[in-house]
């Protein structure tokens, strides 16, 4: 079995700080891997790719990944009230073909940015 | 970035009753949709790939023969829930990946449809 483990939290930090969301996997082939926001009762919306070892920057969003540890993490600068959200880890499968594409979800951190 | 529309975005069905959910891409083809099924508060889970042209694949536990789904167009793809349980009750998600995207091409995903069973 397949799986991407995240802290279901919820994640408590207040304005301004920094937020750190991590995911584990288990799938050691995995290539590519996403982190996805989605607001209650809405569809995911995806905030980082990263598909190399080490940091990738996009503004306030980091995303960091290291392959032989099988960890990811995404932080979150500055953080403000409308990132609370549930943050959801995803990895996509490593065998050829359509298939390839689908992406394993974890269970999602749930981040509180509290004024 | 790509728009994926789905519809209906809510649905409140009879036990018993079939309902259909429409997956679009509205600005790029997809040879793949993906379709997710979402438990409050759990993940996305994957309950089929859909193929233009050619027969759905199914996960493991998933009925094809509840769940029928059909990828007619490169740019739709309909689920439809026979027999609905409330048990079915669920957020309904597609994803698509634009076919020119690349090995690394993002897949975007729909707004959702929430299905009530009564």
Redesign the interface.
Known sequence: QKEVEQNSGPLSVPEGAIASLNCTYSDRVSQ?FFWYRQYS??????IM?I?SNGDKEDGRFTAQLNKASQYVSLLIRDSQPSDSATY?CAVRRSYSG??S????????TKLSVIP | ?AVVS?HPSRVICKSGTSVKIECRSLDFQA??M?W?RQFPK?????MA?S?EGSKA?YEQGVEKDKFLINHASLTLSTLTVTSAHPEDSS?Y?C?A?DIAGGQ????F????S?LTVL
């Open positions: 590519s009762g809405k569809s995911p919306e995806l790719s598909y959801l359509a298939g594409y689908q992406l394993t979800f974890g269970k999602g | 970035g789905q040879t793949t993906f997710y759990q993940s996305l889970m994957l790939t193929n694949t957020f998600i994803s990946r690394n091409g993002e897949l995903f729909g707004e959702g929430r």
